[in-house]
Structure formats: structure tokens, C-alpha cells
């Protein structure tokens, strides 16, 4: 099965700080993503990336960055969190010449003080 | 831009009940998607819809798609309190392989 693993499932931070969420999969997928979910806007898409060191914007980038050195790990990056950044955070995989099916991780609720 | 709409967006049905949940997108998409996700935890693949006309089942949960009409349905069979949790559908714009639009999802509710 393929595995999603989101480093923290529950994150309090403070407004400025710099926050980093981790994610790392295990069955070699070429493309990863984060998305934010919030109650009545459904997921929308913060960035992807389809190969090492490759990253795309999504749709709502703004505030975010993203790093992916290895293949396996895609990290999401909050250069100085705002309370309107309060949300779950959810990574997911596909392989590249698949269906595009995603698997996801089990979140990050992240509340940002 | 592709856009994702899912109704209705709140379903209260009792069991042993039939009822459809609609996805409709607003470009052309081959594919289509549907997940649910249980409180409190993440998102679960249902159906992948490869092609038109497409059907799949599984349990009491029948997923199709129609690319003419941009229209994918999930019916309900006979609800349980085990299908309470929210559905979400998901189309690619085509010529992006990578980019799943989502609707806002459909909070399932079978009452007993």
C-alpha cells in the first residue's frame, strides 16, 4: 500500500514564526502536492512538484514555498505564519503515468495564535 | 479554469434509502474522482473514471461518468450509518496529467 506520512498531525504556532511541514512517501511517485482544507472551501491546491527540485504554483501560493531535494520528501513552508493560515493541511502523491489517482497523508491541523 | 461543483452540498437520508450525489465540471476532463473522508482523518480513493460512460461499484456505492454532459454521479444504495462521511469528487483539466480540481464535498448523514 502506498504510504503518505505528514511529520506532525497537530501544530500551534505563533504569528511570524516560520513553519515547516513534512512530507515524505514511499512508492517512488514523481509527483507530490499540498493542499489546504478549510469547512466550505473544499481543497484547493498550494503547489505541486512532478520531479526532484521541480515545483509548480497551485492555486492560493501566496505565503507558501515549497522544497523538494529528494525524490521521496515534499516539504511546505510558511515563512512567517498568519492567523489566516489556520488550516488542515494535506499532502498527497500520484505516479506520473498512472490514473493520477492521489493518496494523501493524514494532515496537518496547523493553528496559527 | 476548471471548476468543480458537487450537490447537494449537505445530504441527511435515512437508511435504506437510494439517493445520488452530482459532480459537474466546467471544461472538458477525462477523468474523474471521487474520495471520502471520515472525520477527523484524510481523504480515501473510491473510483477513478478513466473514460465516458464509465461505471464502477463497489459495495453499495455506483460511481459513473458522462464527458458529454461533464457529469459523474455517485448513487447510494440502500444507505447505512456506515457510509456517514463526506464525498468528494475531483476532475483534471485535460493536458494536465498532475492538477486535481476538487469540488467543496457533500456531508453524507444516513440517520438510522
Known amino acids: 500500500d502506498v504510504k503518505v506520512t505528514q511529520s506532525s498531525r497537530y501544530l500551534v504556532k505563533r504569528t511570524g514564526e516560520k513553519v515547516f511541514l513534512e512530507c515524505v512517501q514511499d512508492m517512488d511517485h514523481e509527483n507530490m502536492f499540498w493542499y489546504r482544507q478549510d469547512p466550505g472551501l473544499g481543497l484547493r491546491l498550494i503547489y505541486f512538484?512532478?520531479?526532484?527540485?521541480?515545483?509548480e504554483k497551485g492555486d492560493i501560493p501566496e505565503g507558501y514555498s515549497v522544497s523538494r531535494e529528494k525524490k521521496e520528501r515534499f516539504s511546505l513552508i510558511l515563512e512567517s505564519a498568519s492567523t489566516n493560515q489556520t488550516s488542515m493541511y494535506l499532502c498527497?502523491?500520484?505516479?506520473?503515468?498512472?490514473?493520477?489517482?492521489?493518496?494523501f497523508g493524514e494532515g496537518s491541523r496547523l493553528t496559527v495564535l | 479554469e476548471l471548476k468543480v461543483e458537487q450537490n447537494p452540498l449537505f445530504l441527511s437520508m435515512q437508511e435504506g434509502k437510494n439517493y445520488t450525489i452530482y459532480c459537474n465540471y466546467s471544461?472538458?476532463?477525462?477523468?474523474l474522482y471521487w474520495y471520502r473522508q471520515d472525520p477527523g482523518k484524510s481523504l480515501e480513493s473510491l473510483f477513478v473514471?478513466?473514460?465516458?460512460?464509465a461505471v464502477k461499484q463497489e459495495g453499495r456505492l455506483m460511481a459513473s461518468l458522462d464527458t458529454k454532459a461533464r457529469l459523474s454521479t455517485l448513487h447510494i444504495t440502500a444507505a447505512v450509518h456506515d457510509l456517514s462521511a463526506t464525498y468528494f469528487c475531483a476532475a483534471v483539466r485535460r493536458g494536465s496529467n498532475y492538477k486535481l480540481t476538487f469540488g467543496k464535498g457533500t456531508l453524507l448523514t444516513v440517520n438510522p
Open positions: 512538484s512532478y520531479d526532484v527540485k521541480m515545483k
Open positions: 473514471l478513466l473514460s465516458n460512460g
Open positions: 498527497a502523491s500520484s505516479h506520473a503515468r498512472n490514473t493520477g489517482e492521489l493518496f
Open positions: 471544461t472538458t476532463s477525462d477523468r
